[in-house]
């Protein structure tokens, strides 16, 4: 049974910080490709940013300098820390473990709310 597990949402104001956990079973965490996406209301699901299992890291434009993915290998957890967030940063945050290769893989969390609003 694959899980993938977000904590950490709430409401925060704009220019603040809030960091969201991700903890992964089920899956051989370090075979995976790790990632963050999010969905306004209304909208799209758009990528955040990612953290590669052969360690590259990958940015939304719009995230680029005031968000930051990491990834704990032995804990089975990815992290992203969400700094100087603005209004538009809210949404419902997802986790997603990618395998790549010929038989391909994606699983998805539940989600966090995070919501940006004085």
């Known amino acids: 049974q694959v899980q993938l597990v977000e904590s950490g949402g709430g409401l925060v104001q704009p220019g603040g910080s809030l960091r969201l956990s991700c903890a992964a079973s089920g899956i051989i965490f370090r075979f995976y490709d790790m990632g963050w996406y999010r969905q306004a209301p209304g909208k799209q699901r758009e990528f955040v940013a990612e953290?590669?299992?052969?360690?590259?890291?990958n940015y939304a434009d719009v995230v680029k300098g005031r968000f930051t993915i990491s990834r704990d290998n032995f804990q089975n957890m990815v992290f992203l820390q969400m700094n100087s967030v603005e209004p538009e940063d809210t949404a419902v945050y997802s986790c997603?473990?990618?395998?790549?290769?010929?038989?391909?893989?994606?699983?998805w969390g539940q989600g966090t709310q995070v919501t940006v609003s004085s």
């Open positions: 997603n473990a990618h395998l790549r290769g010929g038989s391909s893989r994606d699983y």
């Open positions: 953290r590669t299992s052969d360690g590259m890291t």
